[in-house]
């Protein structure tokens, strides 16, 4: 979906360190190919949400370089950060009036968004009247009408419970195959990340760095059931272990 074949995001032995002195992040190299969807894991602190905020722009690296093929980012939140007095329709609307798009063409985007995450039914409630679910489906709506090249999402399911967290990880792979859009996903869940990603980067803390990576070769769609069959099963001990082999290597160390 890039103008050409360069990668859509890369980083290239980048540290970031926080006035204060926390090493958040250390000689991380990572490459995200156009249309590829990607997952990131680690233990809590380890800069996941740092990593998402070098890729967006919103932090500059202590050492080390970042390159976006795409200035078209999506950014998806745990929070949905909709504004409770403005309909759904004009929370969706809103990154394009922030953007300068049309009123026209904002209200069509907003429109089109709304009909994919299957909302048109609620453009005129307020975010409160909604569900945890639906609130995080206004969100992604929102971010959708930027067209985006490179979605960054940071951890977006982590507050609904579990039926709902697998039903809108199933929207959003839905919409990844359908725009192939570049995408990071942050998530606690290892099943999530192997669910979704044609790859799982493992990350470890102290400093925050990336311990090894797990192709997730399963063709999409993915249906649920793909998660009760012996390939699933063998992909998230895969990222299970590395998961662990950095946690031990942090005792080591502390030892
Ligand atoms: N603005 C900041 N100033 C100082 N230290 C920070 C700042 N933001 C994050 N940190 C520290 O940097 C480290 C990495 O934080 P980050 O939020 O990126 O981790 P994370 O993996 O996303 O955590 P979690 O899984 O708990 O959300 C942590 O030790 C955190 O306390």
Redesign the pocket.
Known sequence: MTDDDRPALTMEAVGVR???G?V?LDGVTLSLAPGEFTAVV?P???????LLRLAAGLLAPSAGTVGRATERLGYVFQDPTLLPWRSVRRNVELAGELTGVPARERRDRAEEALRRVGLSHVADALPGTLSGGMRMRVSLARTLTGRPELMLFD?PFGSVDEITRARLGDDLQELFVADGFAGLL?T?SVAEAVYLSQRVLVMADRP?RLVGEVAVPLPYPRLPEVRFSPAFTELTSQVTALLQGGAADRIEVAA
């Open positions: 926080y006035p204060g926390t958040a680690g809590s602190g380890c800069g996941k949400s740092t951890e942050v606690h925050g």
